[in-house]
């Protein structure tokens, strides 16, 4: 879902139009840099931990705190990175045409 956020479209058009080596490349380019979206999340949550730990009422407060979604924990050993990808961008690859 977040990939076809950043693309401007939907999930369905991206599954059709798509193949798995350019996901992969989606999934390289997101490991590396994240998507667009992804770093501004963690920024404005970095602003409001500051501010939060500024105003006092915070001390202990971590980033993840302020972050609309837990930060993944590692993937389990039976688990790819691939895989992974295919999970979280919700992406089923198109089928060929004969």
Do not use: C
């Amino acid at each position: 879902m977040d990939l076809a956020l950043h693309l401007g479209g939907s999930a369905e058009s991206l599954t059709r139009s798509m193949t798995e080596a350019e996901l992969q490349r989606w999934a390289l380019y997101a490991g590396r840099h994240l998507l667009p979206f992804r770093r501004l999340e963690i920024l404005l949550a970095q602003l409001s931990m500051i501010v939060a730990r500024t105003m006092g009422g915070a001390k202990d407060a971590k980033v993840a705190d302020f972050m609309l979604q837990e930060p993944s924990e590692e993937l389990p050993s039976n688990v790819t990175r691939i895989e992974a990808a295919r999970k979280a961008f919700g992406f089923a690859p198109r089928k060929r045409k004969a």
